[in-house]
């Protein structure tokens, strides 16, 4: 498999990018407001199972942090206050933060390693091939924006295989070639933005007609592993294309299929593959749909507590088949072995890993112990969330009797207290509604794990943390008595 992965990928991407590992960030936060920003948050992904992992990491009273990084894999990684950047699994990036200026124009690099240097030549080489353009397309340009965007992407190809980018002599190849991903991410990802964002109003007929300059370009844009790499946009490229691309594998039922058995996992599966290819005219399944059908096996509701062993080792058995990239197959074994690990009952840690997000927690539920409460992190700007708060109204209502308690929590920087109270008010949305401080939701991110809301969790009578299945059958229990 490693001589198969360093063979595809060629020589410029080494195929320890693709290890986990540990990295070491360090510097100094500069022109800070007195008291602000006591952590940073910094989210990591698995591009290949969609799992983020926060971690906080400490400021000291003159600035200063430093912190040991879990990564999954080398990747570009997200300080939520500050912006992106890559980092490298083995390196120790330095970087300095000015917090005076613009949020995603306050980040300096120090030093002379590979992440160093790729963060350090990206802003200039950006600016060659978009000035400082935001490349948003608008709801009603998309006719304007979209021969626009692909002869960005055209000529940035030219200059990869004309090895004309505008980079210093002697450049490492693999930096030049993690930056002519980056930048073919940038007006990929405004498209797979747009269709995020028009998907509901204008039908799943926009993925077809916008992707229609896919072919011919697929291998670059969705079978170029570099594109993982991406300075900027690494989990939004994966992100878009499995979710609004590919949803397929997650949405595609045995009835639409032609003779295929409901419980033909397999032939699902390929079914699904078959559809991506017709409808974007790909020559063959690449590393994209490939990582599209790994993140269907790998769903939370396949690995949370609830979920069946049995039922994940179906859905694993009828996709690995499939799974002929070599890079895309060894993170889906690595993934599926951590996962029988941990249901092979292996020694429990019981000293917690963020004690001080336990004592916030513990002091939000305190009042309310003896009723099982269903969680709920959620933020005023957030659509998604506001719309499930306003279809759980009636069922709040209806159990006010029972000892259940819907626990609303917000962050009440994002969420100021004036504006989210009318909107409550205004919508008649009944529970309990709490307040924490920014730092307080950093922290609670950090023990669930979750990098935007919403986010829902749950917890019985005595005060332990349970699935929201577990939840919603003892609410059945208590009406039912």
Same mark, same amino acid.
């Given at each position: 498999m490693l001589l198969a992965l360093v063979a595809l990928m060629g020589q410029a991407i080494d195929e320890r990018h693709f290890h986990s590992g540990t990295a070491v960030l360090k510097g100094r936060i500069l022109n800070r407001p007195a008291g602000e920003e006591k952590t940073l948050s910094v989210h990591t992904y698995n591009h290949f199972t969609d799992e983020v992992r926060i971690v906080n990491m400490p400021v000291a009273d003159d600035g200063r942090f430093e912190h040991v990084i879990p990564l999954d894999h080398s990747q570009s990684v997200r300080i939520v206050e500050m912006g992106d950047f890559l980092l490298l699994v083995g390196d120790t990036l330095e970087v300095t933060i000015d917090a005076a200026k613009e949020k995603f124009d306050r980040l300096t690099f120090l030093g002379h390693n590979t992440s160093a240097t790729i963060n350090q030549l990206w802003p200039a080489l950006r600016a060659h091939y978009f000035g400082h353009k935001s490349l948003i397309i608008p709801s009603d340009q998309l006719a304007t924006w979209k021969p626009e965007l692909v002869e960005y992407i055209d000529r940035i190809i030219a200059d990869i295989q004309a090895d004309r980018l505008p980079l210093p002599a002697g450049t490492d190849p693999f930096v030049k070639e993690v930056l002519g991903a980056s930048l073919l991410a940038e007006p990929f990802v405004a498209f797979g933005n747009y269709c995020h964002d028009n998907l509901y109003t204008k039908g799943t007929h926009v993925m077809g007609s916008l992707y229609d300059f896919l072919a011919g370009r697929e291998q670059w844009l969705l079978d170029y592993p570099a594109m993982l790499f991406a300075v900027q946009d690494g989990h939004h490229v994966v992100n878009r294309v499995v979710m609004h691309m590919m949803p397929d594998y997650n949405f595609l039922k045995p009835s639409r299929v032609p003779g295929l058995r409901p419980d033909d996992q397999t032939g699902l599966y390929q079914a699904a593959s078959r559809y991506i290819q017709e =409808? &974007?005219?790909?020559?063959? *399944?690449?590393?994209? $749909? %490939? #990582? +599209?059908?790994?993140?269907s096996v790998f769903r939370e509701d396949h690995i949370d507590e609830d979920s069946s062993p049995d039922e994940l080792a179906r859905l694993f058995s009828a996709a690995i088949p499939q799974i002929t990239n070599p890079i895309v197959a060894k993170? +889906?074994? $690595? =993934? &599926? =072995? %951590?996962? !029988? #690990?941990?249901?092979?009952? %292996?020694?429990? $840690? *019981? +000293?917690?890993? *963020?004690?001080?997000?336990?004592? #916030?927690?513990n002091r939000i539920i305190a009042p309310y112990k003896g009723n099982v409460l269903k969680v709920d992190f959620w933020g005023i700007y957030c659509s998604p969330c506001k719309a499930d708060i306003l279809a759980e109204r009636e069922r709040v209502e209806s159990q006010k009797d029972l000892p259940v308690r819907y626990l609303y929590i917000c962050d009440q920087k994002d969420s100021p207290r004036d504006r989210t109270e009318k909107w409550l008010q205004d919508n008649n949305v009944k529970g309990e509604h709490i307040y924490v401080t920014h730092e307080e939701w950093k922290l609670l991110?950090?023990?669930? %794990?979750?990098?935007?809301?919403?986010?829902? *969790? +749950? !917890?019985?009578?005595?005060?332990t943390i349970i699935t929201l299945n577990a939840f919603f059958n003892r609410v059945v229990e208590l009406m039912q008595k």
């Open positions: =409808r &974007y005219h790909l020559k063959s *399944t690449n590393l994209m $749909q %490939q #990582i +599209a059908l790994c993140w993170m +889906a074994l $690595q =993934r &599926y =072995r %951590q996962y !029988v #690990i941990s249901r092979e009952g %292996q020694p429990v $840690q *019981t +000293a917690s890993m *963020t004690p001080e997000a336990d004592a #916030i927690f991110s950090e023990k669930f %794990q979750f990098n935007a809301p919403p986010f829902n *969790t +749950a !917890v019985d009578e005595n005060g």
